[in-house]
């Protein structure tokens, strides 16, 4: 039955296509819609950092109010519940006109407006969700917004854009201080730099096996809350008060805040988005695996990075991996794989980012062990250290993930003075 529904459809869209609009993907072209309405009034475009369209059209016969259709297509194997959009909406009128936004995937994931709900923006900074008022028809499929007197163009998306612009930002804010340095730790698969910040304070002469902390981001490229964790994180470790506490006299801190630029500028749901047939795109955090992985270049120069630590016998202390879910958690290791020193960081570092920050912390340890390779499990079991993986509800607001970012940096860097 599926299969009949998704073939009808996409006989309907070869006919939508050719008799009204514009409907395979157009190589980049900034200023050229990427499918317009039959009447005119209202175009969709997606060449920018991370928009996804794979598809768009027109329901309507040019005669009664726009009824654009915008396809997205998961990446094949993904099997996590993450569909992303992005597009900008330009319209010419201030007529009414819908937008539905329809996922086909092949593992009957949701694509309703539950996981991500949809975003606008003028100016794709600043963000509003779209009232709940204004969606209807959402199911496992699709979810339609309604729009009406719109004057200026605006972007849609299920999170806030935060691609090359959000990271070099963040790089250049980072990489700015006398005691850091940013470079280049590899190639992905496309061929954008995975770059990093290292933090430390007298790397030149004191102390040149300081212990190092590493702080990763972005493996999944939809998100985009765990992201804003980790800049917020890693900026209180650069604030004039934590230098004084002498916290970066004592630890190095490596910090590669975009393991997947590919696929955040493609707008992937989960993958890199490697195109070579003996090395397909995958989910990078399940090539963390000692033996048979580190297949991707991003995971690759990650592993090298390490590995250089390692061989200059710098000790690595403490893992934190940046993600997003559907609630404000920590992962750390279950009951046999706690490490076997400053087993209880996770308590204590918790405990010490609510005092920090006057209140009870929405973040709850979770102890499991990944039955798949992930680089939780990876760090822990090759160095028998805290490696945690922090994840940020998808629908927390910013002032919340950056108020708790920087208390749980701070609590960090005052637990690990105590060691
Ligand atoms: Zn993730």
Request: proline share 6%; hydrophobic share 35%; charged share 20%.
């Amino acid at each position: 039955m599926r299969l009949f529904v998704i073939i009808v459809f996409l006989i309907s869209l070869l006919l939508s296509g050719q008799a009204k609009a514009q409907f395979f993907k157009l190589p980049p072209n900034i200023g050229s819609p990427y499918c317009e309405s039959v009447d005119g009034t209202v175009s969709i475009h997606a060449h920018y950092d991370m928009a996804r369209v794979d598809g768009c059209f027109d329901l309507d016969d040019g005669t009664g109010t726009p009824d654009l259709i915008v396809t997205n297509l998961a990446e094949p194997d993904v099997t996590n519940n993450s569909p992303w959009y992005g597009f900008k909406v330009v319209p010419s009128s201030t007529d009414d006109f819908n937008i539905t936004i329809r996922c086909f995937n092949p593992n009957t994931l949701n694509c309703n407006a539950d996981r991500y709900h949809p975003k606008r923006s003028r100016d794709g900074r600043s963000w509003s969700e779209i009232a709940n008022t204004s969606i209807t028809n959402s199911n496992n499929d699709q979810f339609t917004i309604h729009f009406s007197n719109e004057t200026q163009p605006f972007f849609i998306s299920a999170q806030p854009i935060t691609g090359d612009v959000y990271y070099n930002r963040i790089l250049e804010k980072l990489g700015a201080q006398p005691f850091s340095s940013r470079f280049q730790i590899g190639t992905s698969s496309n061929g954008s730099p995975i770059e990093a910040i290292l933090l430390s304070l007298g790397q030149q002469s004191k102390m040149p096996n300081k212990p190092t902390i590493i702080l990763t981001g972005r493996q999944h490229p939809p998100e985009v809350t765990g992201a804003i964790a980790l800049s917020e994180f890693a900026y209180t470790l650069i604030q004039q008060d934590l230098l004084a506490v002498g916290f970066l006299d004592n630890y190095d801190v490596l910090i590669i805040p975009n393991m997947n630029p590919d696929g955040v500028a493609d707008g992937n749901w989960r993958n890199n988005s490697n195109n070579s047939p003996l090395n397909p795109a995958m989910d990078l955090n399940r090539d963390w695996n000692d033996v048979t992985g580190f297949t991707q270049p991003e995971t690759a120069a990650v592993k090298s990075i390490i590995d250089d630590i390692v061989a200059e016998n710098i000790p690595i202390v403490l893992f934190i991996d940046f993600h997003s879910t559907h609630a404000d958690k920590f992962y750390i290791q279950t009951n046999n794989y706690h490490p076997s020193t400053h087993a209880d960081f996770p308590e204590n570092w918790k405990t010490a980012a609510e005092t920090v920050h006057g209140s009870a912390s929405p973040y709850y340890l979770d102890e499991t062990r990944a039955s798949f390779y992930n680089s939780k499990r990876y760090m822990r079991d090759r160095f028998d250290i805290n490696a945690i993986t922090y994840e940020v509800d998808d629908e927390s607001d910013i002032s919340d993930i950056s108020s708790w970012a920087r208390a749980y940096a701070i609590a960090m860097t005052q637990v690990l003075m105590t060691w």
